[in-house]
């Protein structure tokens, strides 16, 4: 599965972005996905994760109420809605594909490439 993320920039603190993920393979509405992101000097942390028919989400607790994910299976993509945008936000945020509900990232097998949100005055 080819991931492509996109959406990221710079934008003020409480500000909002938008970032998609296309999927490529026509079985996208099979596999659970998920965004990480890392910040700078940070390891990698999990921030969203949406079930196969959208119907569930979960989120880290420092996004929750912040952030929406959502995902369109006839387009293949998943997106997540970021809100109230904070600098701690600052991060580059990877979309990934998984065959299980998880936030670990091990699990992950597919991966995209990354886009960088920064938030900043």
């Known amino acids: 599965v080819l991931l492509q993320a996109s959406g990221g920039g710079l934008v003020q603190p409480g500000g909002f972005l938008t970032l998609s993920c296309a999927a490529s393979e026509v079985t996208f509405s099979s596999y659970y996905m998920a965004w990480f992101r890392q910040g700078p000097g940070k390891e990698r942390e999990f921030v969203s994760i949406?079930?196969?028919?959208?119907?569930?989400?979960d989120y880290a607790d420092s996004v929750k109420g912040r952030f929406t994910i959502s995902r369109d299976n006839a387009k293949n993509e998943v997106t997540l809605q970021m809100n109230s945008l904070k600098p701690e936000d600052t991060a580059v945020y990877y979309c990934?594909?998984?065959?299980?509900?998880?936030?670990?990232?091990?699990?992950?097998?597919?991966w995209g490439q990354g886009t960088l949100v920064t938030v900043s005055s």
């Open positions: 949406i079930n196969r028919y959208g119907s569930v989400a």
């Open positions: 990934a594909a998984a065959g299980i509900f998880t936030r670990l990232d091990r699990m992950y097998k597919y």
